[in-house]
């Protein structure tokens, strides 16, 4: 156990629809990162928030979005959903120094 | 742009008989290097890390993995195979330039392990 959450664990939602992930990290850990794994894609950077503020974008869609809150949880919201969106989403903390721990990630199906 | 390329798919080892999972990389100033390792349905977990120092990194379950600067490689390696090492392993690289609060990781492509009784 990484120690990092993340809910739901699975979604089944339709195109267009919009949903939103959410991660808590690790205890302490002031860094949060969001990635998706498809199989075409492979595991990919999405966007990385440090103590509220966005830190660093990666190929995040302008249809997705996200944030930290002050209690350093954060949310991936995703709209407009398609197919292609399908995708395990896996959220990452991580303290000033050192290795990223993720979580067991939240699978994303749209019909 | 920082890259890593794992040019193997998948590998197929015995168990008992010695395990390489390559890695190269390309990234601007020094590398700071990890492996992952992701079992079904599972998140990824984090296997070792080179930063600095010592170009033989040991790290969980047995694993270690050897930095080369002058070949950008970072290849996995276990002496002698488990059954229960069958996963997919990730490796990944940032560059240790610049703002240090931009830690975005970017992966390879994965090897699928697989160890055969």
């Known amino acids: 156990d990484s120690g990092v959450t993340q809910t739901p664990k699975h979604l089944i939602t339709a195109t267009g629809q919009r949903v939103t992930l959410r991660c808590s990290p690790r205890?302490?850990?002031?860094?949060v990162y969001w990635y998706q794994q498809s199989l075409d894609q492979g595991l990919q950077f999405l966007i990385q928030?440090?103590?509220?503020?966005?830190?660093a974008k990666g190929n995040i869609l302008e249809r997705f979005s996200a944030q930290q809150f002050p209690d350093l949880h954060s949310e991936l919201n995703l709209s407009s959903l398609e197919l292609g969106d399908s995708a395990l989403y896996f959220c990452a903390s991580s303290p000033l120094v050192g290795e990223q721990f993720f979580g067991p990630g939240t699978r994303l199906t749209v019909l | 742009a920082q890259s890593v390329a794992q040019p193997e798919d998948q590998v197929n080892v015995a168990e008992g008989n010695p395990l390489t999972v390559k890695c190269t990389y390309s990234v601007s100033g020094n590398p700071y290097l990890f492996w992952y390792v992701q079992y079904p349905n599972r998140g990824l977990q984090f296997l070792l890390k080179y930063i600095t120092g010592d170009n033989l990194v040991k790290g969980s379950y047995g694993f270690e993995a050897e930095f080369n600067k002058s070949q950008t490689s970072f290849h996995l390696k276990k002496p002698s195979a488990l059954v229960s090492d069958s996963a997919l392993y990730f490796c990944a690289v940032r560059d240790g330039l610049g703002d240090t609060g931009r830690r975005a990781l970017t992966f390879g492509s994965g090897t699928r392990l697989q160890v055969q009784p």
């Open positions: 928030y440090y103590n509220g503020e966005e830190r």
């Open positions: 205890s302490g850990d002031l860094s």
